[in-house]
């Protein structure tokens, strides 16, 4: 079964600044897809980010960026120019080809400090 | 308009009472999803239905059962409640398309506290 690990549990940054959160997989499969979620105090579940296997590309959306190293099986978030609405847990998850199941690590509490 | 839509966002409940939670995505989604969210706050799947079609159940007690009645609903009945119930519950949904990075698009949850 496909696991999905987030070894730090919180996180801080000063506002402004850059942070990267780490995510890590493991899978057997080739084609999959990665996700990274944003669950703001408000409990609403947001999609930040998302990124095809197939794909070297790193994706991108504004502030938000991922290094993906395939090989590695790594999938880490980095947020630049922090702001405190960027206050958060953000989950990391995983979805095989062709299967409907979201697999999600276990989050990691961002802090933001003016 | 809410794309995702759960009822009701906080359940109060003894011990022993059946209880329900509701959900409507009206984003066109041909699959929803129950997922439970812990104190610690791990998400874990609990159902999947395709078009009121049940295509994932995970080792869930019995005393929880979904229910579809077309494929833009589809309900949590849980009965006899328990203290170890006590989580967030999340619908969401999704296209049916396995070959996509489509996520899921969530409700805002149900915290149900059962005393």
């Known amino acids: 079964a496909q696991t999905v690990t987030q070894s730090q549990p919180e996180m801080s940054v000063q506002e402004a600044e850059t942070v990267t959160l780490s995510c890590t997989y493991d899978?057997?499969?080739?084609?999959?897809?990665l996700f990274w979620y944003k669950q703001p105090p408000s409990r609403q579940m947001i999609l930040v980010i998302r990124?095809?296997?197939?794909?070297?590309q790193n994706a991108t959306e504004n502030r938000f960026s991922v290094n993906f190293q395939k090989a590695a099986k790594s999938f880490s978030l980095k947020i630049s120019d922090s702001q405190l609405g960027d206050a958060a847990m953000y989950f990391c998850?995983?979805?095989?080809?062709?299967?409907?199941?979201?697999?999600f690590g276990q989050g990691t509490r961002l802090t933001i400090n003016p | 308009d809410t794309a995702v839509s759960q009822t009701p966002k906080y359940l109060v409940t003894q011990m022993g009472n059946d209880k329900s939670i509701k959900c409507e995505q009206n984003l066109g989604h041909d699959t929803m999803y129950w997922y439970k969210q812990d104190s610690k706050k791990f998400l874990k799947i609990m159902f999947s239905y395709n078009n009121k079609e049940l295509i994932i159940n995970e080792t869930v007690p019995n005393r929880f059962s979904p229910k579809s009645p077309d494929k833009a609903h589809l309900n949590l009945h849980i009965n006899s409640l328990e203290l170890g119930d006590s989580a967030v519950y999340f619908c969401?949904?999704?296209?049916?398309?396995?070959?996509?990075?489509?996520?899921?698009?969530f409700g805002s949850g149900t915290r149900l506290t059962v005393v």
């Open positions: 969401a949904s999704s296209p049916w398309t396995g070959w996509g990075a489509y996520g899921y698009t």
């Open positions: 990124q095809e296997a197939y794909k070297q």
């Open positions: 899978t057997s499969e080739s084609d999959y897809y």
């Open positions: 998850a995983y979805r095989s080809g062709g299967a409907q199941k979201l697999v």
